[in-house]
């Protein structure tokens, strides 16, 4: 008990910073109004650093790489549940499976980061479709066998990133328009 108030108190007396920045939040908000989530995009953008200096491209930089980081912390979290000492080697199966799916969104998700800086806008917009498809390989892998439950958790994270990459799509629609 007085474990959990220490823990309380020094919460209290170190506050987290703001995690808003003063970015061009008008370019933002026009930015993420031609996306499918707009909020998601409009916080996500908003609350990154480098958002203040970032031009359309740039943005659409931002949200892919707040993809991969969903991909590299689902594949990693996938991976440590796939360590865990069970006697179902099935599910263990798919779990590496999944983590390794997940893995390859993260991949083709850094490919996209070098089409959109060649402005190669078609060829990032196919690497984040491939990315943002992973994921239902990985549910595939659970509908495979009967018995194996989908985790709650799985499909936050696999709805997560698909909502990612969905914006970050938009933006590079938004982008394409710009340069036709």
């Known amino acids: 008990m007085t ?22 939040a008008t370019l933002i908000k026009k930015t993420c109004k031609n996306t499918k989530y707009y909020n998601l995009c ?7 650093p480098s ?8 943005l659409a930089v931002i949200m892919v790489g707040i993809g991969m980081t969903n991909a590299t912390s689902t594949s990693s979290y996938l991976s440590s549940k796939s360590l865990v000492q069970t006697n179902n080697t099935t599910l ?16 083709a998700l850094q490919a996209s980061v070098q089409d959109l800086a060649n402005e190669e806008y078609d060829y990032a917009y196919l690497h984040i479709i491939a ?16 018995g194996l ?13 698909k909502h990612i990459c969905e914006v970050a799509m938009g933006i590079i629609d938004n982008l394409i328009n710009l340069n036709s």
């Open 3 to 24: 474990t959990n108030i220490f823990l309380f108190l020094l919460f209290l007396l170190h506050p987290q910073p703001h995690t808003f920045v003063n970015g061009d």
């Open 42 to 48: 409009f916080s996500s953008l908003k609350s990154d």
């Open 51 to 58: 958002s203040p200096n970032a031009d359309p491209k740039g």
């Open 92 to 107: 263990n199966s798919v779990l590496k499976e999944c983590a390794d799916k997940y893995n390859y969104a993260g991949d």
């Open 131 to 146: 990315a943002k498809d992973y994921p239902n390989a990985c549910h595939n892998a659970f509908k495979r066998y009967h």
């Open 149 to 161: 439950v989908y985790p709650t958790e799985l499909a936050s994270r696999e709805n997560g990133l």
